[in-house]
């Protein structure tokens, strides 16, 4: 079975524009969620998505959003950019369940210029 | 609130020795518990889990975990160590939150662990 993809792998932007993130789960897994990793604040969660719903947000300003297609993908978007928004973005796919595990993509790394 | 410690930086150890890092967690309720390793510029990849029942965990590449209800820890072991094995680990706590299908995960800070030839 193929892996999470995550696209695209690299990017950069300056400050003030925004920025689309598309996941790709693992086939038949339909619950998706988000994780931004930075030096400074480590991993911490954003959002988490089920049957085209937003189930669970972390603590984030409105500017991070996301959504979930019939399909099971994912984007999640950041509008307004700021440099501290500079940082690794994780996607992990799972099949639902709390026992279950999340398997991650590769990440995208987003640069705020 | 739901915290995951991973009280060492950085773990040096020699090819061949044993090796721990170490987790303790702080949750209400019972914890399910998660080992991940990061390799530079990759993603994380998810090493082994406690849900229940034995303390003892075996995971992939021979790693290992034990879960210690009475001290909140869950750490991560191998009994010979690799130069491969050289990465960061994290360890990770997922919590159940109301209307959540999954539960957020929280993780540890991390351990950068660097195995010596």
């Known amino acids: 079975k193929a892996g999470v993809t995550q696209t695209p792998r690299y990017l950069i932007k300056t400050r003030g524009q925004q920025v689309t993130l598309s996941c790709s789960p693992i086939s038949g897994h339909r619950s998706v969620s988000w994780y931004q990793q930075t030096p400074g604040q480590g991993l911490q969660f954003l959002f988490e998505?089920?049957?085209?719903?937003?189930?669970n947000k972390g603590n984030f300003p409105g500017r991070f959003s996301g959504r979930q297609f019939s399909n099971s993908r994912s984007e999640m978007n950041v509008s307004t950019l700021e440099l501290g928004d500079s940082a690794l973005y994780l996607c992990?796919?799972?099949?639902?369940?709390?026992?279950?595990?999340?398997?991650f993509g590769p990440g995208t790394r987003l640069l705020v210029l | 609130a739901q915290s995951v410690a991973q009280p060492e930086d950085q773990v040096n150890v020699a090819e061949g020795n044993p090796l721990t890092v170490k987790c303790t967690y702080s949750?209400?309720?019972?914890?399910?518990l998660f080992w991940y390793v990061q390799y530079p510029n990759r993603g994380l990849q998810f090493l082994l889990k406690y849900i229940t029942g034995d303390n003892l965990v075996k995971g992939s590449y021979g790693f290992e975990a034990e879960f210690n209800k009475s001290q909140t820890s869950f750490h991560l072991k191998k009994p010979s160590a690799l130069v491969s094995d050289s990465a960061l680990y994290f360890c990770a706590v997922r919590v159940a939150d109301r209307g959540s299908t999954l539960g957020r995960l929280y993780f540890g800070r991390g351990t950068q662990l660097t195995v010596w030839p």
């Open positions: 949750v209400s309720g019972n914890p399910y």
């Open positions: 992990a796919s799972s099949v639902p369940g709390q026992q279950e595990t999340q398997y």
């Open positions: 998505y089920f049957s085209e719903t937003q189930r």
